[in-house]
C-alpha cells in the first residue's frame, strides 16, 4: 500500500496488561512520529524518530511507554501495565524529510480502550 | 502549556459561502505552519502549509494567511461544499523540531 498502514485498528485491554501497537510508515520515509488523541482532544506529541534514532522523546507520559523503529522502516509503541487513562487513538505519521521541509502522512490509528 | 490554540470548537457554514477557520500561536519561534482535515475513523490529511516568510499560500479553493505580528494564522474555504464537513487542525514547527497540533475546529457546512 501507498499509505501509512497502522495496526491493530482497535485494541481492547485489561488494565494492568502490556500492548504493542504497530506503524508501518511510507516506504522511503526517514522520519517517523508517534501522536495520541484522547476524546475530544487534540493530538498530543509522544516521540519522534529520524532513522532510527529517537532525537525527541519528550512526550512519552510516562516510563511504561517506550518505542522503537528498526531499519528505518517498521515502529512499535509499547504501553507497559497499561491504565485506564491511556485509552485514545494511538496515531503514526511518517514524511520524507524533516519538519519544515515536507508534511506528515498519518496512517489511520489504533483505538485503544483499556477496561 | 498549550502553543497553538484553536479557540472555536466548532463553526457551521452555508453551503456557497466562505468558511474562516482560525488559530493562535504563542512561540515565535514557529517557522512552518499546517492545516490538517480529519474524518471520523482516519488520520488527518494534509492540506496547506505555509512557511514564516510568507504572508499567504493558496491552492484552489484553500488559502492560508499568516499574521506573525499577531502570532495568527487562519485558514479560508471558498465555497465551502458540504464534503468539507470535517474536524480542521492547524500545526506548528520549528525546522527540525516537533509538529504541535491545535485542539482542532469541527466544520459543519450545511446544504
Known amino acids: 500500500g501507498a499509505g501509512v498502514s497502522q495496526s491493530p485498528s482497535n485494541k481492547v485491554t485489561e488494565k494492568g496488561k502490556d500492548v504493542e501497537l504497530r506503524c508501518d510508515p511510507i516506504s522511503g520515509h526517514t522520519a517517523l512520529y508517534w501522536y495520541r488523541q484522547r476524546l475530544g482532544q487534540g493530538l498530543e506529541f509522544l516521540i519522534y524518530f529520524q532513522g532510527n534514532s529517537a532525537p525527541d522523546k519528550s512526550g512519552l507520559p510516562s516510563d511504561r511507554f517506550s518505542a522503537e523503529r528498526t531499519g528505518e522502516s517498521v515502529s512499535t509503541l509499547t504501553i507497559q501495565r497499561t491504565q485506564q487513562e491511556d485509552s485514545a487513538v494511538y496515531l503514526c505519521?511518517?514524511?520524507?524529510?524533516?519538519?519544515?521541509?515536507?508534511?506528515?502522512?498519518f496512517g489511520n490509528g489504533t483505538r485503544l480502550t483499556v477496561t | 502549556d498549550q502553543q497553538v490554540k484553536q479557540n472555536s470548537p466548532s463553526l457551521s457554514v452555508q453551503e456557497g459561502r466562505i468558511s474562516i477557520l482560525n488559530c493562535d500561536y504563542t512561540?515565535?519561534?514557529?517557522?512552518?505552519f499546517l492545516w490538517y482535515k480529519k474524518y471520523p475513523a482516519e488520520g488527518p490529511t494534509f492540506l496547506i502549509s505555509?512557511?514564516?516568510?510568507?504572508d499567504k499560500n493558496e491552492d484552489g479553493r484553500f488559502t492560508v494567511f499568516l499574521n506573525k505580528s499577531a502570532k495568527h494564522l487562519s485558514l479560508h474555504i471558498v465555497p465551502s461544499q458540504p464534503g468539507d464537513s470535517a474536524v480542521y487542525f492547524c500545526a506548528a514547527s520549528r525546522v527540525a523540531g516537533k509538529l504541535i497540533f491545535g485542539q482542532g475546529t469541527e466544520l459543519s457546512v450545511k446544504p
Open positions: 505519521a511518517s514524511s520524507l524529510g524533516r519538519v519544515g521541509n515536507s508534511p506528515l502522512h
Open positions: 505555509i512557511s514564516s516568510i510568507k
Open positions: 512561540n515565535s519561534m514557529f517557522d512552518y
